[in-house]
Nanobody, 123 residues
């Protein structure tokens, strides 16, 4: 079955960096768009970034220029490199897919979610 497993979260100081990984199984990663969402305490889930099968990417405005999404189809893994982290980036980060070619904005468009990985930015 489809599985998405995130890793790489942790505690980091403001200005620091983290790289999240999303290991996919149960489907051929090459063919589908994969996204990252996040949810901070008391806030709604927010789409952060998405990468399509052709490698084209999109980002929510607050992370543009700081986050980079990439994919390694041979390893069935998608990455989210996060730099210049801010306290407002603190959230649980989820890897998602709808097994489609697009990157829809709504979280209800994605049928498969990982368990999430906690990112905490604090001094």
């Amino acid at each position: 079955q489809v599985q998405l497993v995130e890793s790489g979260g942790g505690l980091v100081q403001p200005g620091g960096s983290l790289r999240l990984s999303c290991a996919a199984s149960g489907f051929t990663l090459d063919y589908y768009a994969i996204g990252w969402f996040r949810q901070a305490p008391g806030k709604e889930r927010e789409g952060v970034s998405c990468i399509k099968r052709d490698g084209s990417t999109s980002y929510v405005d607050p992370v543009k220029g700081r986050f980079t999404i990439s994919r390694d189809n041979a390893k069935s893994t998608v990455y989210l490199q996060m730099t210049s982290l801010k306290s407002e980036d603190t959230a649980v980060y989820y890897c998602v897919t709808g097994l489609g070619s697009r990157c829809p904005q709504g979280d209800d468009e994605y049928d498969y979610w990982g368990q999430g990985t906690q990112v905490t930015v604090s001094s």
